[in-house]
């Protein structure tokens, strides 16, 4: 059951960071996108190359999360494992710099880095 419970908080996580590279690398500028991120349209245009950037690195964290449930599935465990933890502790770890330097983002911290934290946690629970 946790196993299952681990998976979904990964694959959750994945969804999030797939979400949120589809708001800076393709929908970045928009009005509802800037009305999420609480900023102008003239921020939006002076970030556009970085938000760009940072999508993509939300999109390879997503797929090494994928990437590695899929292989723990197949019977990869060793490889599918690294990447999958690899992957959340990223995650978690980017939550917590914006936690530090942007604390009133928290809902966004929680967000961004709930899932994954919840996966690593199942992950200790599995290996008691």
Do not use: D
């Amino acid at each position: 059951m946790l196993v299952v419970l681990e998976r979904l908080s990964v694959g959750v996580a994945a969804f999030v960071h797939v979400f949120i590279f589809v708001l800076e690398s393709l929908l970045w500028g928009r009005p509802g996108v800037n009305l999420v991120f609480g900023i102008s349209a003239e921020q939006a245009a002076q970030s556009r190359l970085f938000a760009f950037n940072q999508g993509f690195y939300n999109l390879f964290l997503a797929i090494g999360a994928l990437v590695g449930v899929v292989l723990e599935v197949v019977g990869y465990s060793v490889v599918g494992n690294t990447l999958k933890y690899f992957s959340c502790l990223s995650m978690v770890g980017a939550a917590s710099v914006l936690m530090y330097s942007q604390p009133h983002l928290i809902r966004a911290v929680l967000i961004q880095g709930g899932p994954p934290l919840v996966g690593l946690v199942l992950v200790g629970f599995q290996r008691l």
